[in-house]
């Protein structure tokens, strides 16, 4: 398995501008999670799915971010409008199940995109 | 706020020596786990421990797990210029539906 794939690695773009992430999961995985992680605030949980459903969305910083899982193999992260402070790195992750219904709940995580707002 | 929080924060040690890091967390798990993170990279899994173990083995790893003090320790021996990364901690705190992660702490292995 080629692991969760997540695109682009790298973006740069300017204050205003939309931005979306893209994640797919490995196969047969049903919970994925977005993070976002800089050296401010570590590594803080923005949204997670399960079943393609939204579970928790109250990481998510403001109205400005959104996510969608429109299927098990595919989910993305939108900024709209982007703002400097959004920069940082961006993880996708996924896991089997959730934490609390089973103990296969270890998650794996996709390489991250660097998001740069200018 | 993150469940968890590691001590140190950073650690610097000799190529050989042990390494160990300690992870408190506040309220009740179901297990713990520990992750590590290379610069640039995601985060990768390393060990989980449950809530009813206390002791776990896995290589040059050990993890030990007090429940009575929300604690948590992971021991890295005979350590290698290639264990330098950071080190996190991940609880499903309440038994919730998400793993929370502590800040980290940054290990330096010096060949």
């Known amino acids: 398995d080629a692991g969760v794939i997540q695109s682009p690695r790298h973006e740069v773009t300017e204050m205003g501008q939309e931005v979306t992430l893209r994640c797919k999961p490995i196969?047969?995985?049903?919970?994925l999670f977005w993070y976002r992680q800089t050296m401010m605030r570590g590594l803080e949980l923005l949204i997670y799915?399960?079943?393609?459903?939204?579970?928790?969305d109250s990481g998510m910083p403001e109205d400005r971010f959104s996510a969608k899982m429109p299927n098990a193999s595919f989910s993305t992260l939108k900024i709209q409008p982007s703002e400097p402070r959004d920069s940082a790195v961006y993880f996708c992750?996924?896991?089997?199940?959730?934490?609390?219904?089973?103990?296969?709940?270890?998650?794996?995580f996709g390489p991250g995109t660097r998001l740069t707002v200018l | 706020s993150q469940q968890g929080e590691e001590d140190p924060q950073a650690l610097s040690i000799q190529e050989g020596e042990n390494a160990t890091m300690n992870c408190s967390y506040k309220t009740s798990i179901n297990n713990l786990q520990w992750y590590r993170q290379n610069s640039g990279r995601g985060l990768v899994h390393l060990i989980l421990?449950?809530?009813?173990?206390r002791e776990k083995h896995s290589g040059r790893l050990r993890v030990t797990l007090d429940t009575s003090k929300k604690s948590s320790s992971l021991l890295i021996t005979a350590s290698r210029a290639a264990d330098t990364a950071s080190y996190f901690c991940?609880?499903?705190?309440?038994?919730?539906?998400?793993?929370?992660f502590g800040t980290g702490t940054r290990l330096t292995v010096i060949p």
């Open positions: 421990i449950r809530s009813n173990e």
């Open positions: 991940a609880t499903d705190a309440n038994r919730a539906n998400n793993l929370f």
């Open positions: 992750a996924s896991s089997l199940g959730l934490a609390g219904r089973s103990s296969y709940n270890e998650q794996f």
């Open positions: 799915f399960n079943n393609n459903v939204p579970i928790d």
């Open positions: 196969s047969g995985h049903n919970s």
